[in-house]
Each structure stands twice: as structure tokens, then as C-alpha cells.
Nanobody, 124 residues
Framework: QVHLVESGGGAVQAGGSLRLSCVAS????????MGWFRQAPGKEREGVAA???????SYSASVKGRFFISQDSADNTLYLQMNSLKPEDTAMYYC??????????????????WGQGTQVTVSS
């Protein structure tokens, strides 16, 4: 059983910052890559950022240069530092683990485990 628990969401004004955390626990899952996704009301879930065990990162075009993904392997914690937030960043943010071999790190269906999400609301 794998559990992912996100925290750190909240309400901020445009231009502000938030840091999301995701604590992972459990065994028998692919730890090579973890990712952050988001889903706004009425929209599909979309990839935001991903990080691999070797430190390689990837970002969606909409957040590149503003969001930064990192991880603390000792604590099994994934982070997402979000800067210069915009109203269009408003969404439920989810962390994901267990990317299937050869999968796309920005495609939700390629990840096997999900957290419950944490809400981020950015006001103008």
C-alpha cells in the first residue's frame, strides 16, 4: 500500500508564493519519478512538474521559471515551490508516484498512485 499526503495549499494573492509538500509512505512502487499535477474546475488534470531520482526535472510550459520541484529522499518528501503565482494557477494540486516504465511524466494516466490533493487559490 502506498500513501501520498499533500499539504501546504492555501489562498494567496497574485504574485505570492506557496510551498507544497507531499509525504510518501509504503513499499513496492516505482520510486524513479514523482510528479505534481493540478486540476481546475471543469478542466482535465494536467502535469505541472516531475523529478527523477537522478535529479532531472521537467516542467510544463505554463509554470517553467516560476515553479520548482525538489525532493528529500531521506524523508520521502516531494516539494513544489510556487512563485509569482497567477489566478490561472488556481486548482487542486496532486502529487503522484509510480510512473510506469517508458511513461510520460506529464500524463496523469501513466502514474499509479495519487494523493488526495491540496487546494491552491490565487486571487487577483
Amino acid at each position: 500500500q502506498v500513501h501520498l499526503v499533500e499539504s501546504g495549499g492555501g489562498a494567496v494573492q497574485a504574485g505570492g508564493s506557496l510551498r507544497l509538500s507531499c509525504v510518501a509512505s509504503g513499499y513496492n512502487y516505482n520510486r524513479d519519478c514523482m510528479g505534481w499535477f493540478r486540476q481546475a474546475p471543469g478542466k482535465e488534470r494536467e502535469g505541472v512538474a516531475a523529478i527523477y531520482n537522478d535529479g532531472v526535472t521537467s516542467y510544463s510550459a505554463s509554470v517553467k521559471g516560476r515553479f520548482f520541484i525538489s525532493q528529500d529522499s531521506a524523508d520521502n518528501t516531494l516539494y513544489l515551490q510556487m512563485n509569482s503565482l497567477k489566478p490561472e494557477d488556481t486548482a487542486m494540486y496532486y502529487c503522484a508516484a509510480d510512473l510506469r516504465p517508458g511513461g510520460n511524466d506529464m500524463r496523469p494516466t501513466d502514474f499509479g498512485y495519487w494523493g488526495q490533493g491540496t487546494q491552491v487559490t490565487v486571487s487577483s
